[in-house]
């Protein structure tokens, strides 16, 4: 009989897609089911963006590119922080990945060795976990607080911290909370990065999704030489299926990622490059409009949300997730996702999805139209209401 590795056995899963498909089964028997489980926008990809890759592939795009990516993309990447945040970023410290998920791999990959010291939040997207469980890390959870706008405590963080310590994750803006982490916060951890000696490896996936005021990279306060950025094209340009995204790498870890890159996936796809040029170039009416949107649905959620008995929510600042605190309901985290989905199809996430602290919570993605949001909210007051 096969004997799976036992570092497979410590290998996560995500919960949205682990629902997803609980979600095909039910509709394949004919239920009708409202997704707010998914974290994708459902905008189309922009047309020029989509041109700039049809082009790409007439024009014989279609070969092995740079492992690190197209040094026209990569330049692009580094004016796009020049641009936006007013840094000076070097082409070279920029590698291209088939999406964020590969990049968080190697750079876990090539920072942490077995029993090595991570500090990684919880609630946070699963992958991080995931991976440093299956490396081996010793893992440190730093707590997200509800009553601290889902940032963390400075004094929990610096209790962490040792002399141990090499890495350090954060999400800004987080998946799953909507939250963002204030700029005060983010100098006393890059402060005790500069203490320490240990990396920031900071996912700002979301940095273009914010609402009500200017978005603050780390990489604005940070040493360059202890930070990673993560970034991408998924969530911004609603290209998720594109599978692009990015880092930012001190120069002497370049290296390292490119040999990484080579033994995972040789090159990102590189007429997909091109296309990602144009979204970064061109016209950005379509984020500023889809930003818009989720606004106008995030404000219709929080207001719904509240009004329900037993339930409530803080304002998301960013992203496109309501993290709902159920814990007045007496249903614990998974019994109010199972119970919303098999008896009242609606389909969201377990806050346990995202590690321990998210107990007492659901994650609602509110990427769907008012019209859906509208129906599956009348669903979950119903449910609320015939728990009493």
Same mark, same amino acid.
């Not at 020049?82 to 970023?89: A, F, I, L």
């Given at each position: 009989?096969?004997?799976?590795?036992?570092?497979?056995?410590?290998?996560?899963?995500? *919960?949205?897609?682990?629902?997803?498909?609980?979600? !095909? #089964? +039910?509709? $394949?028997?004919?239920? =009708?089911?409202?997704?707010?489980?998914?974290?994708?926008?459902?905008?189309?990809?922009?047309?020029?963006?989509?041109?700039?890759?049809?082009?790409?592939?007439?024009?014989?795009?279609?070969?092995?590119?740079?492992?690190?990516?197209?040094?026209?993309?990569?330049?692009?990447?580094?004016?796009?922080?020049?641009?936006?945040?007013?840094?000076?970023?070097?082409?070279?410290?920029?590698?291209?990945?088939?999406?964020?998920?590969?990049?968080?791999?190697?750079?876990?990959?090539?920072?942490?060795?077995?029993?090595?010291?991570?500090?990684?939040?919880?609630?946070?997207?699963?992958?991080?976990?995931?991976?440093?469980?299956?490396?081996?890390?010793?893992?440190?959870?730093?707590?997200?607080?509800?009553?601290? *706008?889902?940032?963390?405590?400075?004094?929990?963080? !610096? #209790? +962490?911290? $040792?002399?141990?310590? =090499?890495?350090?994750?954060?999400?800004?803006?987080?998946?799953?909370?909507?939250?963002?982490?204030?700029?005060?916060?983010?100098?006393?951890?890059?402060?005790?990065?500069?203490?320490?000696?240990?990396?920031?490896?900071?996912?700002?996936?979301?940095?273009?999704?914010?609402?009500?005021?200017?978005?603050?990279?780390?990489?604005?306060?940070?040493?360059?030489?202890?930070?990673?950025?993560?970034?991408?094209?998924?969530?911004?340009?609603?290209?998720?299926?594109?599978?692009?995204?990015?880092?930012?790498?001190?120069?002497?870890?370049?290296?390292?990622?490119?040999?990484?890159?080579?033994?995972?996936?040789?090159?990102?796809?590189?007429?997909?490059?091109?296309?990602?040029?144009?979204?970064?170039?061109?016209?950005?009416?379509?984020?500023?409009?889809?930003? !818009?949107?989720?606004?106008?649905?995030?404000?219709?959620?929080?207001?719904?949300?509240?009004?329900?008995?037993?339930?409530?929510?803080?304002?998301?600042?960013?992203?496109?997730?309501?993290?709902?605190?159920?814990?007045?309901?007496?249903?614990?985290?998974?019994?109010?996702?199972?119970?919303?989905?098999?008896?009242?199809?609606?389909?969201?996430?377990?806050?346990?999805?995202?590690?321990?602290?998210?107990?007492?919570?659901?994650?609602?993605?509110?990427?769907?139209?008012?019209?859906?949001?509208?129906?599956?909210?009348?669903?979950?007051?119903?449910?609320?209401?015939?728990?009493?």
């Amino acid at each position: 009989m096969l004997k799976i590795p036992h570092a497979i056995e410590r290998l996560g899963t995500e *919960g949205a897609f682990e629902v997803l498909t609980k979600v !095909k #089964d +039910l509709e $394949s028997q004919g239920k =009708k089911i409202i997704h707010l489980q998914i974290g994708e926008p459902d905008f189309d990809t922009p047309d020029n963006i989509k041109e700039a890759t049809y082009r790409a592939l007439k024009e014989g795009k279609t070969h092995y590119s740079h492992s690190l990516g197209i040094w026209e993309l990569r330049s692009a990447i580094a004016n796009y922080y020049q641009r936006h945040y007013g840094v000076s970023v070097d082409p070279n410290e920029v590698v291209v990945g088939v999406g964020g998920k590969s990049l968080i791999l190697i750079t876990i990959l090539a920072l942490v060795d077995k029993g090595d010291e991570v500090i990684c939040p919880n609630p946070a997207y699963p992958a991080y976990e995931s991976i440093l469980s299956y490396v081996g890390a010793n893992i440190k959870f730093l707590h997200l607080r509800e009553s601290k *706008g889902f940032s963390f405590d400075i004094d929990e963080l !610096k #209790d +962490l911290v $040792s002399d141990k310590t =090499k890495l350090v994750i954060v999400n800004n803006p987080q998946n799953p909370t909507g939250g963002i982490i204030p700029k005060e916060d983010l100098l006393e951890l890059s402060n005790l990065s500069e203490k320490y000696g240990f990396y920031v490896f900071c996912d700002e996936i979301y940095d273009r999704i914010v609402y009500e005021s200017k978005f603050d990279s780390y990489l604005e306060i940070s040493n360059k030489e202890r930070t990673i950025i993560l970034n991408g094209f998924s969530k911004t340009y609603a290209m998720t299926g594109w599978r692009l995204g990015w880092a930012i790498v001190p120069k002497d870890l370049v290296p390292v990622y490119q040999k990484l890159a080579i033994n995972v996936y040789s090159c990102p796809p590189t007429f997909l490059q091109y296309g990602a040029i144009e979204a970064l170039n061109g016209p950005q009416d379509s984020v500023n409009l889809m930003v !818009k949107e989720f606004k106008k649905r995030r404000d219709y959620v929080y207001n719904r949300v509240n009004q329900i008995d037993k339930l409530s929510m803080i304002m998301p600042k960013g992203a496109f997730y309501a993290f709902v605190n159920i814990s007045r309901t007496n249903l614990t985290s998974k019994q109010f996702f199972e119970k919303l989905l098999f008896e009242y199809n609606v389909a969201v996430l377990s806050g346990t999805a995202f590690g321990k602290y998210g107990e007492g919570y659901i994650r609602i993605s509110y990427a769907t139209s008012i019209e859906n949001l509208a129906e599956a909210l009348d669903r979950i007051e119903n449910m609320v209401k015939s728990l009493n």
